[in-house]
């Protein structure tokens, strides 16, 4: 099992592209999520689906668009990027019971600078 | 709304014992976890607490008070791959979302 994948690992945009970060997890997960990591600090959700069909907003929400394609695919656009989204972005999953831990897997993120 | 807060930065000897806190104000609770960062790499899970007391798991022990809203991660014997980033994270009542603290860098020095 490949657990959570991401891509692209690392990309350079411009202000003003746009992109379309890909998530994809096979352990059968219903929850993934997207979090945005800048230098030195926490994650920030910025976007969750608990199940499939399903997306709502984190915690930082703005200049981002989420499409949960199927059960396995969870993908994270940037419609027009600004220097203040460059960051790194991580990818994960959860079982989503309400028992237990219910711990999240990451996946091994996304570089991005916007010049 | 949540907030979490931990101390930015410990450094420690091979060998010793750090103990990281996490103070949270939260409008729902449901359990407190902990997640490990190398640099460069993604979160990983290291422990969760939903009820009050001491979890173990080998070197790494987990703590919760609920009534004082207060956690701690406590790493023994510290070995050199131990330098990293530890976060704690609550989950929300009734939910599967997780909020982050700022992390705390562990430095483990020869």
């Known amino acids: 099992n490949a657990g959570v994948t991401q891509t692209p690992k690392f990309q350079v945009l411009k202000t003003g592209q746009s992109m379309t970060l890909q998530c994809a997890q096979d352990m059968n997960h219903n929850s993934m999520y997207w979090y945005r990591q800048d230098p030195g600090m926490g994650l920030r959700l910025i976007y969750y689906s608990a199940s499939e069909g399903t997306t709502d907003k984190g915690e930082v929400p703005n200049g981002y668009n989420v499409s949960r394609l199927n059960k396995r695919e969870f993908s994270l656009r940037l419609e027009s990027a600004a220097p203040s989204q460059t960051s790194v972005y991580f990818c994960a999953s959860s079982e989503s019971n309400l028992e237990g831990t219910d711990t999240q897997y990451f996946g091994p993120g996304t570089r991005l600078t916007v010049l | 709304g949540q907030s979490l807060e931990q101390p930015s ?13 996490c103070t949270y104000q939260t409008s729902g609770f449901y359990g407190l976890s902990w997640y490990q960062q190398h640099d460069g790499g993604a979160p990983t899970f290291l422990s969760y607490n939903a009820l009050d007391g001491l979890e173990e ?6 703590f919760l008070s609920r009534s004082d809203s207060y956690g701690y991660l406590l790493l023994q014997e510290l070995q050199m791959k131990d330098s990293a980033s530890y976060f704690c994270a609550v989950r929300e009542a009734a939910g ?15």
């Open chain 2, 9 to 21: 930065e410990v450094t420690a000897v091979e060998g010793a014992i750090v103990q990281i806190n």
């Open chain 2, 57 to 62: 798991t080998g070197r790494f022990s987990s």
């Open chain 2, 96 to 110: 599967n979302k997780l909020t982050f603290g700022g992390g705390t860098r562990v430095l483990v020095k020869p």
